[in-house]
Nanobody, 117 residues
Framework: QVQLVESGGGLVQSGGSLGLSCAAS????????MSWYRQVPGKQRDWVAR???????NYVDSVKGRFTISRDNAKKMVYLQMNGLKPEDTAVYYC???????????WGQGTQVTVSS
């Protein structure tokens, strides 16, 4: 029902900035809570930021003040602006759509973000 495609990953120096984008399919985008997760190979996938359908925004403590999540329902897009990047931010970043009391849970393929020290 929903397909997600991330873009914008790449290599950046410590302290630099990078913006990620997630393009969604479907006509019910506005009804989903949209989130960003990240995962290092061999480790668990961790939640990073969430922008709910009601407009609530939350971040994991480690990125507060540095990352900004936004969404454009008309364009069916969600974004993650990352500033002040640190090497520990290095991971594959995934876009997630969750809706209808978590009955539906969709993931993109991920985009690699590498922060060099």
């Amino acid at each position: 029902q929903v397909q997600l495609v991330e873009s914008g990953g790449g290599l950046v120096q410590s302290g630099g900035s990078l913006g990620l984008s997630c393009a969604a399919s479907g006509s019910l985008f506005s009804l989903y809570d949209m989130s960003w997760y990240r995962q290092v190979p061999g480790k668990q996938r961790d939640w990073v930021a969430r922008f709910t359908r009601a407009g609530s925004i939350n971040y994991v403590d480690s990125v507060k003040g540095r990352f900004t999540i936004s969404r454009d329902n008309a364009k069916k897009m969600v974004y993650l602006q990352m500033n002040g990047l640190k090497p520990e931010d290095t991971a594959v970043y995934y876009c997630n759509a969750r809706g209808f009391q978590s009955a539906y849970d969709y993931w993109g393929q991920g985009t690699q973000v590498t922060v060099s020290s």
